[in-house]
């Protein structure tokens, strides 16, 4: 394939109304979305149906190498890291991409996002550490396998039971509880991430497992979520029984 229409949700800011600008591209087309984004900018093609000058594409993207979550948005209906998603493997047989914000978050401009409701979130279940971190070394591989978690969005777009503002952590805070839950041992605090966990996860999760099969980390957030389980029954039974 040496030829691509590309297609993007455009915004100009938060107030602006959203419109699609389509570009034709010629050429390698084994190259990431970013790379392809970086190839418009610096040489835009015509678009079609554009009102005055070519305004850049807005993103985000900073390690370009799958670890930082930086540069998700949604390519052709599946949300990916852009950085990893090269064009001729996203095209249609029609040789088409269509790239858009994701949609759980607001968006600042064209395919940036503010994502800082996540960490709203993660800040109110209080997944910190107080005091002396409980480090074992028969919980470590667990913990390694949840600080994988880029905190990119993509498992939200595509959770069933997250929306914007809701009150449901998701995938990024269910795999966050299970890990402070280890490193905070026997403390105060600890008690608060389970009272946390239970309100926003346990009680909310329908477990579709659509967050496992999008996530560009590959974590196996039912594993975790598990392990949390266990770590947080007895007081998750007092919470449900009111005691």
Avoid at 37 to 45: C, F, G, M, Q, V
Avoid at 46 to 53: Q, R, T, V
Avoid at 137 to 147: N, V
Wanted: some cysteine; charged content about 25%; aromatic content about 8%.
């Amino acid at each position: 394939m040496n030829k691509i229409k590309i297609s993007f949700l455009r915004k100009k800011d938060k107030a602006s109304e959203a419109y699609t600008q389509s570009f034709d591209y010629e050429g390698d087309c084994h190259i990431s979305v970013v790379e392809m984004i970086e190839y418009i900018n610096h040489h835009p093609p015509e678009p079609e149906g554009a009102d005055g000058p070519f305004r850049p594409i807005s993103y985000e993207s900073s390690c370009e190498q799958g670890l930082c979550g930086a540069c998700a948005m949604v390519v052709n209906g599946k949300p990916v890291l852009a950085c990893e998603t090269f064009c001729d493997e996203a095209a249609d047989r029609d040789g088409r991409i269509k790239v858009e914000p994701l949609s759980k978050f607001p968006v600042v401009c064209d395919l940036t996002v503010d994502r800082s409701e996540l960490f709203e979130i993660m800040k109110k279940m209080g997944l910190w550490v107080e005091g002396q971190a409980a480090v074992s070394p028969s919980t470590l591989q667990l913990q390694y396998i949840a600080a994988q978690c880029l905190l990119c969005g993509c498992c939200l777009e595509v959770c069933p039971n997250y929306a914007a503002g809701d009150f449901f952590a998701g995938a990024p805070g269910a795999v966050s509880a299970m890990n402070m839950l280890k490193l905070n041992g026997g403390s105060r605090h600890k008690d608060e991430i389970k009272k946390q966990y239970g309100e926003r996860v346990f009680k909310t999760c329908t477990k579709s497992r659509a967050c496992e099969l999008v996530c560009p980390a590959k974590i196996p957030v039912l594993t975790l979520m598990s392990e949390a389980n266990r770590l947080s029954v007895w007081r998750l039974w007092q919470f449900f029984c009111g005691k």
